[in-house]
């Protein structure tokens, strides 16, 4: 079983449109978790950082269930600028710092 | 401020040679790591040092890989012999304290193995 696993999508929503990503992990001692976010050709750059209480950064909210050892990532009234490749991202349980990263998953924003 | 630096940004070489990928982090941030990225795999973390000191390079392929970091503001990975499944993007990236674990990366090098 892969450490982080997240639909590849590709998600193509409408301007303004809600879109919801949902990421499963394997490792249940991990106790960091992120979404980064990477533009076509361009280095992941950090969106946010998930809480267990759930945090909401603007438009964006991330939901995490250590139970289910599951993350979501909420996108309200998404923009044209929102189309990348959102990674779920989710530390070794045994290193604070080392990241797993999952495959990502595509999202179109269309006019 | 100036982010996480990589050179080369693309390195086009032939099967057999020898590639050296170099990473210059943020200045004062203590961990550095090296990641590959493919459509296949997705970014695998390859290694990453602790104050200069690899702490983990379970993510290294094979004997064909090495990394060090001779000081704070610089790393190279090394490849050699380059084979044409070692074709991806690499990227560096740093992190410090007060971060908050957040990594940040570097533009990548993207190298082609013919």
């Known amino acids: 079983r892969k450490e982080v696993e997240q639909d590849p999508g590709p998600f193509n929503v409408p301007e303004g449109a809600t879109v919801a990503f949902n990421c499963t992990y394997s490792n249940s001692a991990s106790q960091s978790f992120f979404w980064y976010r990477q533009d076509c050709r361009k280095e992941p750059k950090l969106l946010m950082s998930v809480y267990s209480s759930g945090n909401e950064d603007g438009r964006f909210t991330a939901q995490l269930n250590r139970a289910s050892q599951y993350i979501s990532l909420l996108i309200r009234d998404s923009k044209l600028s929102d189309s990348a490749t959102y990674l779920c991202v989710v530390n070794k349980g045994n290193s604070g710092y080392a990241l797993n990263f999952g495959k990502g998953t595509s999202l179109l924003v269309t006019p | 401020d100036a982010g996480v630096i990589q050179s080369p940004r693309h390195e086009v070489t032939e099967m057999g040679q020898e590639v050296t990928l170099r990473c210059k982090p943020i200045?004062?941030?203590?961990?550095l790591f090296w990641y590959r990225q493919t459509m296949m795999r997705g970014l695998e973390l390859l290694i990453y040092f602790n104050n200069n000191v690899p702490i983990d390079d379970s993510g290294m392929p094979e004997d064909r890989f090495s990394a060090k970091m001779p000081n704070a503001s610089f790393s190279t990975l090394k490849i050699q012999p380059s084979e044409p499944r070692d074709s991806a993007v690499y990227f560096c990236?740093?992190?410090?304290?007060?971060?908050?674990?957040?990594?940040?990366f570097g533009p990548g090098t993207r190298l082609t193995v013919t």
């Open positions: 200045s004062g941030h203590d961990y």
């Open positions: 990236a740093s992190s410090g304290a007060g971060t908050s674990y957040e990594q940040y």
